[in-house]
């Protein structure tokens, strides 16, 4: 299919959409390690998943800039849909970028090549959307810390090998740092900087 | 982009969706950092700064059709700014509207927590005045930055020192200052001492907007939020002397209440909610109108 000759098209109710995909993430991040269902219908071109289609289409506007990691930009029909529905800007630098979009997690750039705020103003850093597969609350990381009460578990994959080592230090930064958010098929979860994580 | 309410002419919760957007972003930071105020592009709302500007734009952006939304105002349903609030979303919105704190999805408020407990799945949206802990200790927003920066809250002890100094014990008895999970020291908005244990360890989600001074900030829940104090003079809040007038509860917030122009006055819940719940289940208080004897 060429690129040019079809748009696939955005959220069919943008006002009450938008809202349900912002407090699925809401609740993603308020607790770490919950599972949030994330219904969408979007059809965008792949390897773009629907649901980073529709945590882009939500979040990402002309102030909010985003980042697509190499898969994304192999395609440019992807930078076509996101650009014609968000109108943000798609820049080369991952450091400029307010959301992250990553088709391919295991493979994601060194979290330091974003936006980590700086110590007055920490909430200017970035945020990472990885397309996962696979999603449970069951088994995995234990975490705790804000919005966890007692404790929680959350495994994701795939991810890179050394996961557990760039979360550690990611969390060793706050308040400064970046927000993962794991979009699996029809779900996600999010692991804030807040999280403190024991065990990979 | 936007729908339009065939009504009002206004889009769904009033704000425009790149408005929206923008405020969702600075939620989901501030959820991400707990007690650090993220600064956002506050609008001008069609109320007064002073009138909750800041939480009404905080409830417009999280709203969603579904929600069940209660609006309080020094914890009373009846009140003008309540009440103004809560048909502001009602007509804007067309949500569901209630008073009674356990059937709310979302609650905005102005200086109380209700008095029933909150669950998991309730957001709690607090209307703040001045969201900086230190700016009457420091006028200055790049110093009082930098200090938060540094997790510099020196002054903040020295203050609640000079309470004790001066009056034997803190004297600071509304927007108590707390910090929130062991790092930034936050201004609770002006909720009497009396609901600072409220917020420790909370099931529901507490958004904080300052409309004037743009400013969001949060406490996810389940998060320690730990009142400032001193060994020696450990955080205590209020304590009232008699119960509920109406109803006869104990252990709540009470308001006076000045009942004619002779000096009588009775004192009674200040969460009206609460206290309406109690009196259909029952219970009586002893009326208790009091009478200055000159």
New interface residues.
């Given amino acids: 299919m060429s690129g040019r000759s079809m748009l696939a098209r955005g959220f069919a ?4 959409d ?3 995909v ?2 699925a ?3 993603a ?3 770490p390690g919950t599972i949030q269902a994330l219904a969408t219908d979007l059809a965008p071109p792949a390897p773009l998943t629907s649901e980073l289609a529709a945590l882009a289409l ?4 002309a ?2 800039p985003l980042w697509l990691d190499a898969g994304l930009a192999r395609n440019p029909a992807v930078a076509g849909f996101l650009r014609f529905h968000t109108g943000a800007r798609i820049g080369e630098d991952p450091a400029e970028a ?1 959301f992250a979009l990553i088709s391919d997690p295991a493979a994601c750039p060194d979290f330091g090549a974003f936006a980590q705020g ?6 200017r ?1 970035a ?1 990472l959307v990885l397309a996962v597969s696979d999603l449970s609350d069951r088994e995995g990381w234990r975490l705790d ?5 007692d404790s929680a578990r959350l495994a994701a994959s795939p991810l890179p090998a050394d996961i557990a080592s760039r979360l550690a230090r990611n969390h060793a930064g ?2 400064e740092g970046i ?1 993962l958010i794991f979009a699996a098929p029809g779900r996600l979860a999010a692991l ?3 999280t403190r994580i024991a065990g990979a | 982009m936007t729908t339009a309410n065939p009504e009002t002419g206004y889009n769904f919760g009033y704000l425009d969706e790149g408005t929206k957007r923008m405020i969702r972003r600075a939620i989901l930071k501030a959820i991400a950092i707990p007690g650090y105020q993220v600064p956002f592009a506050a609008r001008e709302m069609p109320m007064p700064y002073g009138w909750g500007t800041g939480g009404v734009q905080v409830t417009a952006a999280i709203l969603g059709k579904h929600d069940v939304l209660k609006v309080i105002d020094q914890g009373s349903d009846d009140t003008t700014n309540a009440v103004s609030i809560r048909a502001f979303f009602a007509r804007t919105a067309d949500v569901a509207v209630t008073t009674r704190t356990r059937d709310a999805t979302v609650i905005q408020t102005r200086h109380r927590i209700p008095e029933a407990p909150l669950r998991d799945g309730q957001v709690l949206v607090y209307q703040v005045p001045i969201p900086e802990p230190l700016r009457f200790l420091e006028p200055r927003e790049t110093e009082t930055r930098q200090l938060h920066a540094l997790a510099e809250y020196g002054l903040m002890h020295v203050k609640l020192y000079e309470d004790i100094a001066r009056h034997g014990h803190i004297a600071t008895t509304y927007a108590y200052p707390v910090e929130v999970a062991g790092r930034y020291v936050m201004d609770p908005s002006p909720t009497p001492k009396f609901d600072n244990p409220k917020m420790d360890d909370c099931p529901a989600l507490q958004l904080f907007g300052a409309g004037r001074e743009k400013r969001i900030y949060a406490v996810p829940p389940h998060t320690r939020v730990k009142s400032l104090d001193f060994e020696d003079h450990p955080f205590r809040v209020q304590t009232f002397d008699r119960p509920c007038a109406l109803c006869g509860a104990e252990g709540v917030y009470l308001d006076e209440v000045l009942l004619d122009d002779a000096g009588g006055r009775m004192f009674v819940c200040s969460d009206t909610d609460h206290c309406e719940e109690r009196r259909a289940e029952g219970h009586l208080g002893t009326g208790g109108m009091e009478t200055a004897h000159a």
Avoid: E, N
């Fill in positions: 109710d943008p006002v009450h938008a809202q349900g912002f407090r993430v809401m609740d991040l308020a607790r939500a979040l990402a506007d102030d909010a307010a700086t110590p007055a103003y920490p909430d850093s945020t810390g804000p919005g966890i009460r706050f308040p927000d804030p900087r807040s």
